[in-house]
């Protein structure tokens, strides 16, 4: 039985678990839920009918951390190192993603720009440390980390939002991070990981909530350019 992940079209806990089953090799199914629209049987698998949720021959797993644990652990191609500290360490930082995403689900949600300004604070003094204490130890290397695989959908929906309107990212502050994002983005894994739709999706998601950042101006990059 081919493992079967449940999720939406723009989750990016979700597309972490993608990330790994492409990176893996793993021949997988995904199947695409509306948000109060859950197929018949889904409070079996998900009791609190959160997604991902990943479906194996064994039974059902709930959150990416976890599915990306059983995945590691079930499946050849290891994405964490293989010493026993560096293995903590890698996880360490996994853990740190979990803050780092709460204050980027605030600062998109905000409805004032002082509201998303302090959300944005927030995340950039989390992105601080992981410059100074993740990224000095970190490298992509030709194959993605477990560590890239959970961090790739932050900095993609960060440089999202970034490239469309400006005021998001601070490239001098975070030089290693702003090269690590791009050198995620430009792998297969985490290009194939993305639904077609996801970014316009996405945006229609924050314009839906009438979230600051949705309202900000586009940037006119023909004229950023000249």
């Given at each position: 039985?081919?493992?079967?992940?449940?999720?939406?079209?723009?989750?990016?806990?979700?597309?972490?678990?993608?990330?790994?089953?492409?990176?893996?090799?793993?021949?997988?199914?995904?199947?695409?839920?509306?948000?109060?629209?859950?197929?018949?049987?889904?409070?079996?698998?998900?009791?609190?009918?959160?997604?991902?949720?990943?479906?194996?021959?064994e039974g059902?797993?709930?959150?990416?951390?976890?599915?990306?644990?059983?995945?590691?652990?079930?499946?050849?191609?290891?994405?964490?190192?293989?010493?026993?500290?560096?293995?903590?360490?890698?996880?360490?930082?996994?853990?740190?993603?979990?803050?780092?995403?709460?204050?980027?689900?605030?600062?998109?949600?905000?409805?004032?720009?002082?509201?998303?300004?302090?959300?944005?604070?927030?995340?950039?003094?989390?992105?601080?440390?992981?410059?100074?204490?993740?990224?000095?130890?970190h490298m992509?290397?030709?194959?993605?980390?477990?560590?890239?695989?959970?961090?790739?959908?932050?900095?993609?929906?960060?440089?999202?939002?970034?490239?469309?309107?400006?005021?998001?990212?601070?490239?001098?502050?975070?030089?290693?991070?702003?090269?690590?994002?791009?050198?995620?983005?430009?792998?297969?894994?985490?290009?194939?990981?993305?639904?077609?739709?996801?970014?316009?999706?996405?945006?229609?998601?924050?314009?839906?909530?009438?979230?600051?950042?949705?309202?900000?101006?586009p940037l006119?990059?023909?004229?950023?350019?000249?």
């Amino acid at each position: 039985m081919q493992p079967k992940l449940f999720t939406t079209r723009i989750c990016p806990y979700a597309q972490r678990c993608v990330i790994v089953l492409l990176e893996k090799g793993i021949d997988h199914q995904i199947v695409y839920i509306t948000p109060g629209e859950y197929p018949e049987g889904f409070e079996k698998i998900s009791p609190q009918k959160k997604v991902p949720v990943l479906v194996t021959h064994e039974g059902a797993i709930v959150d990416s951390v976890a599915i990306n644990e059983y995945l590691e652990d079930a499946y050849p191609e290891p994405l964490l190192p293989q010493g026993t500290y560096e293995r903590a360490w890698s996880r360490s930082w996994i853990e740190f993603c979990g803050p780092c995403m709460s204050d980027f689900g605030t600062m998109i949600l905000a409805k004032t720009a002082s509201e998303f300004e302090a959300a944005r604070h927030a995340l950039m003094g989390k992105l601080d440390l992981v410059e100074a204490h993740c990224l000095a130890r970190h490298m992509v290397g030709t194959k993605l980390s477990l560590v890239d695989c959970t961090f790739a959908p932050l900095l993609q929906r960060l440089w999202f939002l970034h490239d469309r309107s400006g005021g998001v990212m601070e490239e001098r502050r975070h030089p290693g991070i702003v090269a690590w994002g791009h050198r995620l983005m430009a792998s297969r894994s985490v290009i194939d990981s993305l639904h077609d739709s996801a970014m316009a999706s996405f945006l229609d998601f924050l314009q839906a909530r009438d979230s600051h950042v949705a309202c900000m101006a586009p940037l006119d990059h023909a004229t950023a350019a000249a």
